[in-house]
């Protein structure tokens, strides 16, 4: 059942997550506040039916609830400063991103300290999935804040897993991206020795899709790879980088080895010093062609 006009909700981050929250949102009947930095993306969320605040205070000031979707930790930090100083009464600050535990923490310092409460947590999903409300929240901090949180979740999520004390949605988001990070470089290493062996790509998605090898991110993101397109990205390969960091740094801060993460790290970093990092990390996929000496033509895949 749609909610009515009457119950409001805060984004602060209008991005390809941000702004899909606010698509299912709005969708679902809430009076979504947002704002971001970039005119077109405020033009965007507007054009849904959001309405478009003029800084990070004033959807504080109108919406008791604000979730923050953002692409750096100096946003989180200025963003959660922003409303500390407006000087308002207890808000509930959701954070949605992917940053490091510290970054995190001092963001809740911040807010904790003006009386607010954030909770920290991110979600399992690309962009794509974001659209079609396909994710999953790693809800973490106050239980009781994240159990009256349920229904507003449910609007634009398929599921929402209470983990714990905050920061343990980050550790279960790290744990998860590493996975996502391995199976998207696996998938377009498959997909290009299926090619230069010979094997058409649309033949090599739909086979290995009903087959053991399969994956999630295969579906998600071998579909690009047959096409041969990354330019409408579900995660750009240059804000995925920054999530690499976070993961690599926080293993190496707990001493777990993880030799196939460190292997496909190199991938991506190939991928963004060869002009891909405004694309989705499916181009990975291009990277190893390249490698492997792959060209594309009509029919069978040609080899250099």
């Known amino acids: 059942m749609a909610r009515t006009k009457k119950d409001s909700v805060g984004i602060v981050g209008l991005g390809i997550m941000g702004g899909a929250f606010a698509q299912s949102l709005v ?16 033009r965007a969320v507007a054009k849904l039916g959001a309405e478009i605040a003029a800084d990070a205070g004033e959807v504080a000031r109108r919406a008791r609830t604000i979730i923050i979707s953002l692409p750096k930790p100096s946003a989180l930090v200025e963003t959660a400063t922003t409303i500390a100083r407006a000087d308002l009464p207890r808000r509930v600050v959701v954070e949605m991103s992917t940053f490091t535990l510290e970054d995190k923490a001092k963001a809740e310092s911040v807010l904790r300290k003006a009386g607010h409460a954030m909770l920290d947590c991110p979600v399992s999903g690309t962009g794509a999935q974001a659209l079609t409300k396909d994710l999953v929240v790693y809800a973490s901090g106050d239980s009781r804040e994240i159990k009256k949180l349920r229904g507003l979740f449910s609007d634009f999520t398929r599921a929402v897993h209470d983990v714990g004390v905050f920061g343990n949605g980050s550790r279960m988001k790290y744990v998860a991206n590493l996975l996502v990070a391995i199976h998207n470089v696996a998938s377009a290493e498959a997909m290009v020795l299926g090619m230069k062996a010979g094997l058409p790509p649309q033949l090599i998605f739909d086979l290995i899709k009903t087959g053991a090898g399969n994956s999630r991110i295969f579906e998600l993101r071998a579909p690009m790879m047959v096409k ?6 579900t995660m750009k390969i240059s ?20 030799p196939m993460f460190d292997a496909s790290k190199a991938i991506y970093a190939k991928a963004l010093r ?12 291009a990277v190893l062609e390249k490698m492997a000496g792959v060209k594309r033509g009509k029919g069978r895949a040609k080899t250099a």
């Open 27 to 42: 969708a679902a009947g809430w009076r979504v506040i947002g704002y971001d930095i970039a005119p077109g993306r405020r």
């Open 228 to 233: 041969n397109s990354y330019r409408n990205p």
């Open 239 to 258: 804000v995925w980088q920054k999530d690499m960091d976070v993961i690599g740094s926080y293993a190496r801060k707990i001493a777990v080895p993880t």
């Open 274 to 285: 060869s002009g891909h990092s405004a694309e989705d990390t499916a181009a990975v996929c």
